[in-house]
């Protein structure tokens, strides 16, 4: 760990000291979290988990919290129900018309507080792993946590959580953004990252409980401006029998770093994570995906498909842990790899970690050009080099969008990933 | 339609083809045969313009064009097709998808307007009938997990979709039991005519049962050592190849 320079700690303290009036409730988990923050500080290459993404530029900039007032252009909803959180408030006049869908509750830190919620798990700062400085950080700087609840054994309809920042101001934000599904609940919740192509810093946590025998299906997109440094920490922990089944798109965002972590903390529990990455242009997206197997008969699948251009480079870590006494689990990891151009890079590691006997493991990992046997058969048949490119590009990442089982977010993902290649495979023409 | 002239070609410093001369007229079958390594393949790969052979010396004419001068696709645009002799597996494209696109392309070549999704699926229906394909191969990856059998049914099935005007089959006919071989030559013989030449390439007289040829060419070294009518095929099946070389030695 690298403790951060005293002028830039000065200016992260400045804005924690600024949170203070306002939210004196939450005052000594945030004291302790921007402590733990300010003990971190912020990576450097040797500390794990960071080799290959550099903050440096993060580090050189000064962002103002963002205000959260000024207008936001929002796209339009991919569910029926929509939240929309504003550099890190929830914004209910932005909200769809429509009520929640039936069995999911939404409230304020305050609200949570309120009825009793404790402050230290809704504030949590969990131990471990690249991103937890940042976590911290976001500990003690958002301005509001959002808390979901899907209620007992309610199959809710599917939610949009829009998370964007006030539009053409640059700042950071630290949205955070905790879902509990009860037990037996199943819930599909979209959470799309937007925002524009003002430089900012966007600090999100994402906390996921996954109650016994509950599904939580999340699909998440990223799909900010080039100019976005995006940090986020997203954990599920999962109880005996629950599912949690994450698709993700990590579409942009200059400098992307994504920690998704499943724990698998009772027997039985599952989960599917699955997703893709587009590096284009000189974006740099950083992909850390860690399954904790802690009990017997646990479960996870890992399957990303990352793709980079230009001098986009895209680093994927994938580790699963089998933990001791987790016996009769099951993991397994695929990452493929594409490399569209020769400037671009991919770093993948797959790993992992078996402390039990009986289990199943596998895992592979492949980093490769679009097949020129592949290319030659479609040209021969009439298509032109950019359409064949097009259309291997396209069958690269279907496996992987092909699974997204929520129509409206599938088809964003396949416009979003047509209009990017399709600006790419210009460039080659 | 065809006409190559003293054809050399090149797969890194190995030198494959010698000065091949061949002259193709529309509405001829040709079929080419010879012996492994004798550059059969070679010469299917530099008429479809396969990255990797280089073609040293010679000339071909394509309808009067430099067809060396042509990118792959502008070849099979202008009515060029080659018949895989080992097609390729490309999960997650879509087998209708690339007739479609391809069809659509060689119709734009040809100053006809796209097909619209009725008129296509009409067309590839009655084609696949003919066959025998079952409408599930639609809707699969481009010869995703096909049988050696259904990848050449599958090329031959592109070939009566896009109606060219010169085919190249490299050997089409191997690995093909006898039934699947019957489809084949079935399919190629429907799309015989006055203005379509035919290059069958083929190790083997067997598919010369199925697809009567005008003329029957042995390749050997890299040149066409002889030229004859389909009884030559006859001969070359009972006597070998030995034979022509033995004689081509002498002259």
Not at chain 1, 120 to 140: D, I, M, P
Not at chain 1, 188 to 207: F, K, M, P, S, T
Request: glycine share 8%; charged share 25%; with cysteine.
């Amino acid at each position: 760990m690298s403790a951060a320079p005293a002028e830039l700690l000065g200016h992260y303290r400045a804005a924690f000291e600024a949170m203070r009036a306002g939210h004196e409730a939450s005052a000594a988990q945030r004291a302790a979290a921007f402590d733990r923050f300010a003990t971190l500080g912020f990576p450097a290459a040797r500390d794990e988990g960071w080799k290959y993404t550099s903050l440096r530029r993060l580090e050189s900039r000064r962002f103002p919290v963002g205000a959260g007032a000024s207008d936001v252009t929002l796209p339009a909803s991919l569910a029926a129900h929509r939240l929309v959180i504003v550099d890190g408030q929830l914004r209910s006049d932005l909200a769809s018309p429509g009520a929640l869908p039936a069995g999911v509750r939404v409230r304020s830190l305050g609200q949570a507080h309120a009825d009793g919620e404790s402050l230290a798990a809704l504030l949590r700062v969990t131990q471990g792993g690249g991103t937890e400085r940042f976590a911290a950080l976001n500990a003690a700087l958002c301005p509001d946590v959002v808390l979901l609840d899907i209620a007992a054994h309610t199959v809710a309809e599917p939610l949009e959580v829009l998370v964007a920042t006030s539009a053409g101001e640059p700042g950071m934000s630290h949205p955070r953004l905790v879902i509990r599904a009860a037990a037996g609940s199943t819930s599909r919740i979209i959470v799309r990252h937007l925002g524009d192509d003002a430089e900012r810093l966007v600090n999100a946590v994402v906390d996921v409980e996954v109650g016994p025998d509950a599904a939580v299906h999340l699909y998440r997109m990223l799909d900010s401006g080039a100019r976005t440094f995006h940090i986020e920490r997203l954990e599920a922990t999962v109880a005996q029998r629950g599912l949690f089944v994450a698709h993700d798109a990590q579409l942009g965002a200059g400098l992307a770093r994504l920690d998704l972590h499943a724990r698998l903390a009772a027997p039985q529990a599952a989960a599917e994570l699955t997703g893709l990455f587009l590096a284009d242009g000189t974006r740099h997206l950083d992909t850390h995906v860690h399954v904790d197997h802690l009990a017997v008969a646990t479960r996870s699948l890992q399957d990303y498909r990352g793709i980079a251009a230009g001098r986009g480079r895209a680093v994927f870590n994938g580790k699963a842990v089998v933990h001791v006494g987790a016996q009769q689990s099951q993991a397994r990891q695929t990452s493929r790899n594409l490399l569209l151009t020769p400037g671009a890079e991919i770093d993948t590691k797959p790993e992992l970690e078996i402390y039990a006997d009986d289990v199943q493991c596998s895992h592979g990992a492949t980093t490769g050009q679009l097949d020129p046997a592949a290319l030659f058969y479609l040209r021969s048949r009439g298509l032109t080099e950019m359409e064949a490119r097009n259309a291997l590009t396209r069958a690269f990442t279907g496996a992987v969008v092909s699974r997204m089982d929520h129509a409206p977010f599938a088809q964003r993902v396949r416009d979003a990933l047509d209009a990017r290649l399709a600006a790419l495979l210009e460039t080659w023409s | 339609m065809l006409s190559i002239r003293n054809l050399h070609a090149q797969i890194g410093d190995r030198k494959i083809l010698k000065g091949l001369d061949l002259e193709i007229h529309a509405g001829e079958v040709h079929a080419i045969m010879g012996p492994n390594g004798s550059g059969k393949s070679t010469l299917a790969s530099v008429l479809a313009g396969r990255a990797g052979v280089d073609v040293t010396e010679g000339r071909v004419e394509y309808l009067g064009q430099d067809l060396l001068a042509m990118e792959p696709e502008d070849r099979a645009r202008a009515g060029v097709f080659l018949a895989f002799q080992y097609p390729v597996e490309i999960p997650g494209v879509n087998n209708a998808y690339l007739l479609k696109a391809a069809l659509n392309a060689v119709r734009k070549q040809r100053g006809l307007s796209e097909l619209d999704a009725f008129e296509f699926l009409a067309l590839v229906r009655d084609k696949m009938k003919l066959m025998q394909m079952d409408e599930s191969f639609l809707n699969r990856g481009v010869n995703e997990g096909f049988s050696g059998g259904e990848k050449k049914r599958n090329e031959i099935l592109q070939m009566a979709m896009l109606e060219p005007k010169l085919a190249v089959l490299d050997e089409t006919d191997s690995g093909l039991d006898i039934d699947a071989l019957r489809v084949v030559a079935n399919g190629v013989n429907s799309l015989r005519g006055p203005e379509r030449s035919i290059v069958l390439v083929t190790h083997y007289q067997r598919l010369l049962d199925y697809i009567e040829p005008d003329f029957v060419h042995v390749l050997s070294g890299g040149r066409i050592l002889k030229t004859g009518d389909k009884s030559l095929a006859l001969e070359l099946e009972k006597r070998g190849y030995d034979w022509v070389q033995q004689e081509a030695r002498v002259a």
